[in-house]
């Protein structure tokens, strides 16, 4: 009998003779943490501390005032962060109110992660989300198990709000779904700003492990999540000061859950369940920068067991994802046939050929490691392909222009 875990490095197998009612209930409590509020932000708040811990970029700031958040302070597309976060944070979220300085110096280094910004249609399953316009890509550095996790967001000048998340390991793939999407923070929002929203999420996870490929766990749970920017003031944190941020606290109450689980082909539901313990996290937000570091809190013994908080940034560019192989692309620019040359040892996949809005124009069969684009009716500009193998593992990407007479 196995049941899955979620540590600091990812889902892990653990193995016991338990009974399968609570092999369900102990996993699901642990997905949802995964899903449910860390993704990359906010959706995953938990997402970000056990698998993301997000948090994006760091500037000073010369004024000690109130500030307002708006969709121009969120990454722009091509930035990747990296958060240091701590397992065992030696420091509290401190009091809320006007003109508060947090210290949060005494965090430590516990791990490492590093986030990327993209457009979707580069991240695995983002045809499940066509509205989503932003996907943010959080890796543990140096974990064995090679843990990822993709969030998939709609941002707007109104919102930014988070539709899924998919995380894969070499054990484990997560796919989740949130009805409505969870709303990570309203624009504008200041001190004083305060959203709720509820939300259902169906969280599918598979095992990919050769000895249980094909065991699959359900879970089906609904959370009110409840935001309030409860404070502005200045923070210090191991990398910097802060002279303006403001800092919003989430509770989030679970409401209801029920999981089904899949083994060797038999099918065992579990017994749905009401209520459960909320979870708080507070996140501080600036200027530039959104979210500058994280504390995750257990509100049963009011402890903190999870704190993150961002050290660099950079800018890499719209196409961030690194090429699997390269390829040959020609003419480039072209103006009625586009030929895509792929390296030795890839033959056959799919390409996906996207304007630079994100809509995709086109996608056919890649026969013998080459592919002709007919490229007449296709507007001036710029195009960005994506070729994929018949697994769906991503071969070679990239842009070309296309440049009538």
């Known amino acids: 009998m196995w049941y899955l875990v979620l540590d600091r490095g990812g889902i892990a197998l653990i193995f016991a003779n338990t009974d ?4 369900v209930c102990f996993l699901f409590r642990a997905l949802i943490i995964i899903n449910n509020k860390y993704s990359t932000m906010k959706t995953n708040r938990y997402l970000k501390t056990v698998i993301s811990s997000a948090g994006l970029i760091i500037f000073g700031f010369t004024a000690n005032a109130q500030i307002t958040i708006t969709k121009s302070d969120i990454p722009v597309l091509g930035s990747v962060q990296v958060m240091i976060t701590d397992t065992v944070p030696p420091v509290t979220p401190g009091a809320a109110g006007a003109n508060v300085s947090w210290n949060l110096s005494g965090l430590t280094h516990d791990g490492k992660d590093s986030l990327s910004y993209f457009a979707p249609w580069y991240a695995p399953d983002a045809s499940a989300f066509p509205s989503a316009n932003l996907a943010i890509r959080t890796v543990i550095v140096g974990d064995p198990k090679g843990t990822r996790s993709y969030e998939y967001d709609a941002l707007s000048s109104n919102s930014k709000l988070e539709r899924g998340s998919y995380i894969a390991n070499t054990q484990t793939n997560v796919f989740s779904v949130n009805t409505p999407s969870i709303k990570q923070i309203p624009f504008p929002a200041t001190y004083n700003t305060t959203w709720k929203d509820t939300v259902s999420t169906i969280i599918i996870a598979t095992f990919v492990d050769p000895t249980y490929a094909g065991d699959t ?30 800092r919003v606290k989430q509770i989030a109450t679970p409401i209801y859950d029920s999981s089904y689980t899949i083994i060797s082909g038999t099918g065992y539901p579990g017994t749905g369940a009401h209520g459960g313990i909320p979870s708080e996290t507070f996140e501080w937000l600036a200027n530039n ?10 509100t049963v013994g009011k402890m903190v067991h999870t704190g993150s908080y961002l050290t660099s940034t950079v800018f890499t560019g719209i196409n961030e994802i690194t090429n699997n192989s390269t390829g040959l692309v020609y003419p480039n620019p072209a103006s009625t046939q586009v030929n895509i040359v792929l390296s030795a040892g890839n033959k056959t996949g799919t390409i996906r050929v996207f304007d630079i809005a994100g809509r995709q124009i086109e996608s056919q069969e890649v026969k013998d490691g080459k592919v002709e684009l007919n490229t007449t009716s296709y507007n001036n500009g710029i195009y960005l392909y994506r070729i994929a193998d018949m697994n769906g593992n991503v071969i070679t990407q990239g842009k070309f222009d296309i440049l009538h007479q």
């Open 20 to 23: 399968i009612e609570n092999i």
């Open 217 to 246: 766990v359900k879970l089906y749970e609904t959370i009110l999540f409840s935001d309030t920017i409860d404070g502005w003031g200045s923070l210090t944190t191991p990398a910097t000061t802060y002279t303006s941020v403001l």
């Open 289 to 298: 920068d959104y979210v500058v570091a994280q504390l995750g809190i257990d």
